[in-house]
């Protein structure tokens, strides 16, 4: 059995029978660690190895081109695909998986990308928890955002309650590049609008 860490909402920090997050904050709705991340749990004898694990970032969306290269399948050429062939992680030929980076919405809104270990936000995401950093200045992780990306490394500090940007400003070149390659993607394939379940108007 392989545990993969996969990213998607399961998870609310703030109600304790929706489970716990672990050291990650965030809770269900937001894009922080501790919403996104959680384990997931893949069973094949005979094709994947018992008792191995992997640490690589492996999103909801891969699932549809891994399974499809699994069994075969042919992915629509005539549209962009989220979701990339994460097949070598299953099968132990990656241990770091062929996804480096992933796009975190809310709504429409673009609001953060995680690449690698390091986490680069557009929007802010208060933390919770106290000390020093909970101070509103503008390198703290409670300040407010000012036009610049907020930085966090998952491994230095999980709690993501320490804003690194103005310590490793190298570290939003990566995912600033993730985003204009989706920009660019968007001129010819549009997105369709986000879908809203508060919205109870009549259809026409």
């Not at 992915?75 to 996804?99: C, M, N």
């Not at 709504?107 to 020093?132: C, I, N, Q, S």
């Not at 204009?180 to 609008?193: F, G, I, T, V, W």
């Amino acid at each position: 059995m392989v545990g993969v860490s996969a990213n998607h909402v399961i998870v609310d920090a703030d109600s304790v029978d929706r489970g716990s997050p672990g050291p990650f904050r965030g809770g269900l709705g937001d894009v922080t660690e501790g919403s996104i991340r959680t384990c997931a749990m893949v069973r094949w004898p005979g094709h994947i190895d018992p008792d191995t694990t992997s640490y690589a970032m492996f999103s909801i969306m891969d699932f549809l081109p891994t399974l499809a290269s699994i069994v075969g399948g042919k992915l629509p050429t005539d549209r962009p695909i989220d979701g990339i062939d994460q097949s070598d992680v299953l099968f132990g030929k990656s241990e770091a998986g062929h996804r480096e980076d992933l796009l975190s919405f809310i709504g429409p809104e673009l609001v953060a990308v995680p690449w690698k270990h390091w986490r680069v936000y557009f929007t802010d995401m208060h933390p919770t928890g106290e000390g020093t950093q909970r101070l509103s200045d503008t390198a703290s992780a409670n300040g407010q955002m000012t036009g610049y990306p907020k930085v966090y490394n998952v491994e230095m500090a999980p709690t993501e309650d320490l804003n690194v940007s103005g310590l490793f400003t190298w570290a939003a070149g990566p995912p600033l590049e993730a985003v204009h390659k989706y920009e660019l993607s968007l001129r010819e394939h549009p997105n369709p609008p986000a879908p809203n379940i508060t919205n109870f108007g009549r259809g026409g």
